[in-house]
């Protein structure tokens, strides 16, 4: 089974960082460069949504909440796709989830940000 493992969350004050990892130890590299990475978010009581994903080609895209604030990046050597966050907010707190192509979520990681 082809599964990530999200980690990086934590508890962050309003205005604060954290940068999230996901990294894939099952697949070799060429699946890992040749598919779409994408992270996700659950906020408690909400569905979940798309924040940022990188295609294959390096093409980027984000949430319009999150433009400017958050990058996606990777490792290839590592497979390891990140989610780097700035500026971070308490609409931001949630579950966060990662996948490339068509693959499983990990567990998730979470993130709080607290005032």
């Known amino acids: 089974q082809v599964q990530p493992v999200e980690s990086g969350g934590g508890l962050v004050q309003v205005g604060g960082s954290l940068r999230l990892s996901c990294k894939y130890s099952r697949i070799i590299t060429s699946v890992f460069n040749g598919n779409a990475k994408t992270w996700y978010r659950q906020a408690p009581g909400k569905q979940r949504e798309l924040v940022a994903t990188m295609a294959s080609s390096g093409s980027t895209n984000y949430a319009d909440s999150v433009k400017g604030r958050f990058t996606i990046s990777k490792d290839s050597a590592r497979k390891t796709v990140y989610l780097q966050m700035n500026s971070l907010k308490s609409e931001d707190t949630g579950v966060y989830y990662c996948?490339?192509?068509?693959?499983?979520y990990g567990q998730g990681t979470q993130v709080t940000v607290s005032s």
């Open positions: 996948n490339i192509g068509d693959y499983d």
